[in-house]
């Protein structure tokens, strides 16, 4: 077994497909899938099997999946010992949020103690930020819910993790700016019955969002992406439901309208494990974001 391989084994196992893994290796498709092929080679047994949905890991890549990272942990322990260097505090982000919201966690860590590094690591899958956090993948990480539980929005809690709102994260409904809605006082889920609804990959907390007030009624059309959202709803091939900050300046400047359909906000959380909470840096991290959101 080769690290590298391990390291495929891993990403295909959180992101379930080759090309999600291959995209956040930034490796070709075709090189993730030959570095599974040798891994298995070399043990084998197979640790996927290929479905028409992705790939599902057997009963021996669940045996291996715990193999995995405690062998790449060791391997970047010594890394770091042999060049001196402390372990940087890993922050998981939904990828909309590692842009808005990370820059302020980091500068604030920094004045508090620059001796704590932080590594940011986005990703497009709340689910899989939550089992990497579980699993010691990642230390912490910032995701979007609502409720008054962990997974409210319809993810599995974990019972390993433990969380704290930082801030209200407002949603909003937003078409293009010469929509037929526009002006409307208020707006009916009857009114939307024809609109195309602009969605991101599934599972995304936004779509759950919509889920839940719009129902199943609007026809789904899948963006990939806030960005690819936003403008696709600037050029009327949709509507979009997404967090106010994400379509601000759209709004400023007049390429977006807010359609008057009222939404619930979401929460923005901090997750961690439960059994970290004595980690100087974990701490200073979860210090980091109060002082953030105002708390203390």
């Known amino acids: 077994m080769e690290l590298r391989q391990l390291r495929t084994f891993e990403a295909v196992v959180r992101h379930r497909t080759v090309t999600e893994a291959a995209a956040v290796l930034d490796l070709a498709p075709s090189t993730v899938s030959e570095h599974i092929r040798a891994l298995e080679r070399s043990l084998g047994v197979p640790v996927f099997e290929r479905t028409a949905r992705g790939m599902r890991v057997t009963p021996a890549g669940e045996v291996l999946r715990g193999w995995a990272r405690r062998l790449l942990e060791q391997a970047d322990q010594a890394r770091r010992e042999v060049a001196g260097a402390g372990r940087a505090l890993r922050l998981g982000a939904l990828e909309t949020i590692a842009a808005s919201h990370a820059p302020g966690v980091l500068s604030r860590i920094a004045a508090r103690d620059p001796r704590v590094a932080v590594e940011v690591r986005p990703s497009r899958s709340r689910d899989a930020l939550m089992e990497d956090v579980a699993a010691g993948v ?149 210090y980091a974001v109060a002082a953030g959101s105002g708390r203390r």
């Open 138 to 286: 990642l230390d912490a990480a910032l995701v979007l819910d609502t409720g008054e539980e962990l997974g409210d929005l319809g993810f599995a809690p974990l019972s390993a993790l433990a969380f704290a709102d930082v801030e209200p994260m407002p949603l909003v409904l937003v078409a293009a700016a010469d929509h037929p809605l526009r002006d409307a006082d208020e707006v009916t889920l009857e009114d939307l019955r024809d609109e195309r609804l602009l969605t991101n990959v599934p599972n995304c907390s936004f779509l759950l969002a919509a889920d839940r007030v719009l129902g199943g009624a609007l026809r789904r059309v899948r963006a990939e992406g806030v960005p690819v959202m936003r403008a696709w709803a600037e050029q009327g091939l949709g509507i979009a439901l997404l967090p106010e900050f994400a379509v601000a300046q759209s709004l400023q400047a007049g390429t977006l309208t807010r359609l008057a359909f009222p939404v619930p906000p979401l929460q923005l959380r901090l997750i961690w494990g439960a059994d970290q909470e004595t980690r100087a840096d974990v701490r200073e991290l979860l």
